[in-house]
């Protein structure tokens, strides 16, 4: 009944030619998916990405975006110029935007509202640290993060964004969670968005898996019940290699 969703996070990588090398390469072996496909790219690709994907089942993203909506923010791109772009899915809250950039649940919230009044559609990433899932509160960090990033929304809003859960341990390592565990803390995200919203708003969003996901694990993965789609890091670098993650319902 939820579309599943498969996202690319480019991260900081390629120059826009090799943009479109990649994306045509891609669009070769994904016109026949059966999900919604996004690729989050970096923003001065989002150009050629834009040249590349016009008129495709491809849609294109950015990695971060400021809340405010202009002016004296050095190094900061607004919505305005996003949906100008051609953009319509921004990945907002990033572990490493956390980790590296100084961002919080507070700013997560304003980008994600920003987001929203703009006509972006958020990409809202929660998860735990290893030494908070060491330590038996993974539920509770998780929950806070979406509970924060969603506070000011409405029920209609919610329905239409995307949370990606993304244990912080998971990304880049190639230790994946285990498709139980994603399962059951993505599980427990959708049990919080049900008792802020409503249980029809909680059936209706759409919650990712992200973290060391590729074309090997990702079957496993979303035959979980919870499980609606993946942010993809590493393994959407190259474009077979995401497009079988894409393909997730062909055993690999
Ligand atoms: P990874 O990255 O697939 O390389 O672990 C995922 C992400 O950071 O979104």
């Given at each position: 009944m939820r579309k599943p969703i498969i996202a690319g996070n480019w991260k900081m990588n390629y120059t826009p030619s090799e943009t479109h090398a990649l994306l045509t390469q891609l669009l070769h072996f994904v016109q026949d998916a059966l999900c919604d496909i996004v690729v989050c790219v970096p923003f001065l690709n989002i150009a050629a990405a834009k040249q590349a994907l016009e008129g495709t089942n491809v849609h294109l993203g950015a990695q971060n975006m400021h809340w405010?909506?202009?002016?004296?923010?050095?190094g900061e791109i607004s919505t305005e110029m996003l949906l100008a772009a051609g953009v319509e899915y921004v990945i907002i809250g990033h572990s490493e935007r956390r980790q590296?950039?100084?961002?919080t649940d507070d700013t997560v919230r304003l980008k994600v509202n920003k987001a929203m009044d703009a006509g972006l559609i958020p990409i809202v990433c929660v998860g735990e640290r290893k030494e908070e899932r060491l330590s038996g509160i993974t539920d509770e960090i998780v929950s806070i993060q979406t509970k924060v990033a969603l506070r000011d929304l409405t029920a209609e809003q919610v329905q239409g964004i995307i949370i990606a859960y993304e244990p912080v341990w998971a990304i880049g390592t190639g230790l994946t969670a285990t498709d139980e565990q994603a399962n059951e803390t993505i599980g427990v995200i959708r049990k919080v968005v049900g008792e802020l919203f409503g249980a029809e708003t909680a059936q209706g969003i759409r919650i990712q898996y992200g973290g060391s996901m590729n074309e090997r694990n990702a079957y496993g993965l979303m035959?979980?019940?919870?499980?609606?789609?993946g942010l993809i890091?590493?393994?959407?670098?190259d474009a077979e290699k995401f497009s079988k993650v894409v393909h997730f319902e062909r055993e690999p």
């Open positions: 405010a909506e202009k002016g004296a923010y050095t590296y950039f100084g961002e035959r979980q019940p919870e499980i609606d789609g890091g590493g393994a959407s670098l």
